[in-house]
């Protein structure tokens, strides 16, 4: 029987499929049920392969498509009570063969099954076929033959169990309830992207939330009416209070009252001020000592704690000495126009006394050279004032309504004529004997600002004035409103310039403080060629905006020295010789701590005063 002997292999290697094979990689999975809660409903899942003895053909479809036409065909075999009958033997290979993919796949796979043949047909009987009694399954029964199913559709070899019934009919469920989930994705999705298309027009402005603004409680006092229900009277507005840095004084003379000391003080200090004056301080030779002698002396000055303190309430933009040599005596102008007299020698307890002659920063000032008792005062608020103890006054000299004044000096040696400098450029003659407080003379020097004027000492018709990057000497005998030129210039600056000052015995030097962080020393022997730059010292001269602008004066006593400000550390104040070399630096780290911008050199002795910007003086000097 040969046919026989050739089906005993063929019965085998079935009978090796329907026994399901081990897959090394995944753990070991039971042949009974796995029961899953998904949203309180149990679904069964059985993984055993399912097999028919009479399949011939080994075709398999994907088991999401064959779900997929499950799932697609629901309703209509529900729609349609009676089966529809397709005796198609290959139809019910491929639903096999999905189920047993299925079961063997190690991931849950939704099969595909847009590739069946007669799809309504097909999933119509199945989903009837499908409907098994409860009650078996409930009971654990293996054994469907005397259930209803109807499975006329398939041919005889190739009949369902009742167990692979039961596997189709879990799968069926499994594929509907999946089916389900993605059509509620699927509309999620079209809703979102139909919300979208909608948002791409124009935004509508989202009113504003209108907030019930609470009703503030107000006291009686706010209403304006006492506790009985009265209204109170009006209060007249009060005059708003001047501010007392820039107020404007009245013009004319004003008394030499004292801000901060009793009148009876006050007339003490007059006195010993007046007495002072009196005394004609001696020509001695000290104007031409060497330089060995002058460091000497140099060194000798010191500075103690009690000749420190605070004369001024703002910062000090002047500094004087008054020439007595029995007496100290010291004056320093500040920014609220404040002008503080400070007497070393005081027995009272502090010895200064504040007046306020001006309203505006106090930028140069001076004891006058021929009568000390005068204390002649420039400040920004446009006035020039002489402080006279004799009278207790400060008269009034000059007065500019329209410019701010920056600085002045005494064209003659009785103090009689004044050349005064103004920020706007121009410089102004004054004539002292003159009735009024005008000017001989206003004349333009072609320059953007003036910050100071200097006299020459010896030939006093020329004067010196810096302001902007020109520097230039000028004779007051040709001077006239307009078209002025200076005889010589001063070249070499490239930023403005802070100061600019003649020698003070012969004139024959002029030193300079510049923006630019140069201290130059000029040539000025002969005022008929070109000036020469004898010196120029590499000196930091960047104050910043809350200190004082340096200015290097001379000493009066020595020809060829002058003192300036420093910004080094500790703090000091500084001595150059003219050919640039430095002499000496004052300094005392327990009593100066600050930067000096402001200094001043007594014309006799050998005394130094320092102011800074907070209104205090350091005074050095041989004990």
């Known amino acids: 029987m040969p046919r026989a002997g050739a089906e005993e292999p063929l019965a085998r290697q079935r009978e090796q499929e329907r026994t399901p094979k081990e897959n090394p990689s995944m753990s070991y999975v039971s042949d009974k049920a796995e029961k899953r809660a998904v949203f309180g409903k149990q ?6 392969p399912l097999f028919t003895e009479g399949e011939k053909c080994n075709k398999r479809l994907p088991q999401k498509r064959l779900l997929e036409k499950f799932s697609s065909n629901e309703g209509s075999s529900e729609r349609e009570p009676k089966v529809k009958k397709s005796c198609d033997d290959l139809t019910s290979l491929q639903i ?4 047993y993919k299925a079961s063997s796949s190690p991931q849950e796979v939704i099969p595909d099954t847009s590739s069946l043949p007669n799809q309504s047909s097909m999933v119509s009987s199945t989903n009837t076929s499908v409907m098994v009694d409860r009650d078996s399954e409930t009971n654990g029964d293996t054994d469907h033959e005397g259930s209803n199913l109807d499975t006329s559709y398939l041919d005889g070899s190739s009949q369902l169990s009742a167990y692979e019934r ?7 469920e499994n594929a509907n309830f999946f089916a389900s989930l993605k059509l509620l994705e699927s509309a999620s999705r079209l809703r979102e992207i139909a919300t979208k298309r909608q948002s791409h027009g124009i935004k509508r402005v989202k009113p504003k939330k209108t907030e019930c603004e609470t009703v503030r409680r107000r006291s009686m006092r706010l209403q304006k009416v006492d506790p009985s229900g009265v209204p109170l009277p009006e209060i007249p507005a009060q005059p708003e209070p001047e501010n007392d840095e820039y107020r404007q004084l009245p013009p004319g003379p004003l008394p030499m009252v004292t801000a901060n000391q009793s009148k009876e003080l006050t007339d003490t200090f007059l006195d010993t ?3 002072i004056s009196q005394i004609k301080p001696t020509d001695t030779e000290k104007h031409l000592c060497n330089i060995e002698r002058y460091k000497a002396s140099l060194s ?5 704690e009690d000749a420190v303190t605070k004369v001024v309430k703002n910062r000090i933009y002047s500094v004087a000495i008054h020439p007595s040599e029995s007496r100290t005596l010291v004056a320093a102008g500040d920014k609220s126009g404040q002008i503080g007299l400070w007497d070393l020698n ?26 000390p008792a005068h204390l002649l005062s420039l400040s920004h608020d446009g006035t020039v004032r002489c402080g006279d103890v004799t009278r207790a006054v400060f008269e009034e000299v000059y007065r500019s309504e329209e410019n701010s004044l920056s600085s002045f000096d005494f064209l003659t040696d009785n103090t009689s004529s004044l050349v005064v400098g103004q920020w706007d450029g121009d410089v102004a003659i004054v004539d002292r004997r003159t009735p009024g407080t005008s000017s001989e003379l206003t004349a333009n020097v072609n320059s953007k600002t003036t910050r100071t004027v200097h006299v020459h000492p010896v030939n006093r018709q020329y004067f010196i004035a810096a302001g902007a990057v020109n520097v230039g000497v000028y004779d007051t005998r040709y001077l006239k409103p307009n078209g002025n030129k200076p005889i010589l210039f001063l070249s070499g600056h490239t930023k403005s310039v802070a100061s600019a000052y003649f020698s003070p015995i012969t004139g024959h030097r002029v030193v300079t403080t510049c923006a630019d962080d140069k201290l130059r020393v000029y040539d ?12 120029a010292i590499r000196h930091n001269n960047n104050t910043g905006r809350w200190l004082t602008r340096f200015r290097a004066v001379w000493d009066p006593k020595q020809e060829d020295c002058f003192v300036v400000g420093s910004m080094a550390r500790p703090r000091q104040i500084e001595i150059f010789q003219a050919t640039g070399k430095l002499l000496h630096s004052f300094y005392n ?10 200094n001043a050199v007594h014309p006799t002795k050998n005394i130094l005063v320092g102011g800074n910007s907070s209104g205090r003086l350091h005074v050095f000097k041989d004990w």
Not at 96 to 99: G, L, T, V, Y
Not at 166 to 172: A, E
């Open 43 to 48: 679904v069964k899942v059985l993984l055993t």
């Open 96 to 99: 096999r063969d999905e189920s």
């Open 166 to 172: 039961k596997r189709l009919k879990n799968i069926m």
């Open 273 to 275: 001020w007046t007495q």
């Open 300 to 304: 000798r000055m010191i500075l103690s």
């Open 346 to 371: 005081s027995k009272s307890e502090d010895g200064i006394y504040v007046f306020i002659p001006h309203s505006q920063p106090v930028s140069c000032m001076y004891f006058s050279p021929c009568n």
């Open 524 to 535: 000025t022997s002969s005022l008929s060629a070109a000036i020469p730059v004898v010196t």
């Open 589 to 598: 780290e327990d009593y100066l701590g600050s930067v000096c911008s402001i």
